[in-house]
């Protein structure tokens, strides 16, 4: 079993930045692979970031792609999303979640809120 606990939302104006970080425990995270998803109300869940277990491989989803990045670190069982130049857009939950594969992912976090002011 693996537990995910998301910190790093809040509040910040269009064009800013926040570092968002999901903690692991349990099951050794280093033999997962992480990803980031956001929902914004009445929106489906969206994909935004990935990562593979050893860090080399990154998926960034187009819409964020230039402004997103992902990054871990299996020391530390943590695995960071550094968003800059947010927009309005990018208000959502975000939620970390940890899988066998970067496209099916068992365990998920609680979310935290990402509200971005114009």
């Known amino acids: 079993q693996v537990q995910l606990v998301e910190s790093g939302g809040g509040l910040v104006q269009a064009g800013g930045s926040l570092r968002l970080s999901c903690a692991s425990s349990?099951?050794?995270?280093?033999?997962?692979?992480m990803g980031w998803f956001r929902q914004a109300p009445g929106k489906e869940r969206e994909f935004v970031a990935a990562?593979?277990?050893?860090?080399?491989?990154?998926y960034i989803a187009e819409s964020v792609k230039g402004r997103f990045t992902i990054s871990r670190d299996n020391a530390k069982n943590t695995v960071a999303l550094q968003m800059n130049s947010l927009k309005p857009e990018d208000t959502a939950v975000y939620s970390c979640?940890?899988?066998?594969?970067?496209?099916?992912?068992?365990?998920w976090g609680q979310g935290t809120q990402v509200t971005v002011s114009s």
């Open positions: 979640a940890a899988g066998y594969t970067t496209r099916a992912y068992t365990y």
């Open positions: 349990g099951r050794t995270s280093s033999s997962l692979d």
């Open positions: 990562i593979t277990r050893s860090g080399v491989t990154t």
